[in-house]
């Protein structure tokens, strides 16, 4: 999808962030309640997505997960377009579903 020239984007955030002590667990909890807040949503265990409106949205998104990340652990980022998102094939058992659908609204800035 284009919108207004712009090319739409997702962002898939996947992580392995350590949990052996209290303030570890306590970096990985901060951790994922900012992807939260900024609009990601779970895909999978330590895999968030978020669609953007545009490349220069996803920027900002990405961003913002760059500054949060935790001292220690890794973290990744891959962007794709909505084309690319849309060929992925998602099983369940051994039925296939189709990938998540772009949100239907427009964002405004």
């Given amino acids: ?7 739409c984007m997702w962002l898939i955030v ?13 970096e990985y ?22 669609h953007c409106a545009s490349e220069e949205n996803a920027e900002v998104h990405y961003g913002r997960v760059e ?5 220690d652990g890794e973290v990744r980022i891959l962007t794709v377009t909505d084309k690319q998102f849309g060929r992925m094939r998602v099983f369940w058992g051994k039925r296939r579903r189709p990938p998540e659908q ?3 609204q427009l964002e405004l800035f």
Wanted: net charge positive; charged share 25%; hydrophobic share 40%.
């Fill in 14 to 26: 996947m992580f392995d962030l350590p949990v052996d002590t209290p303030a570890a667990r306590r």
């Fill in 67 to 71: 500054r949060s990340v935790p001292p």
């Fill in 1 to 7: 999808m284009v919108i207004s020239g712009y090319r």
């Fill in 29 to 50: 909890a901060q951790f994922r309640k900012k992807l939260l807040q900024d609009g990601f949503s779970k895909m999978q265990y330590s895999v968030y997505i978020r």
């Fill in 102 to 104: 772009a949100p239907a």
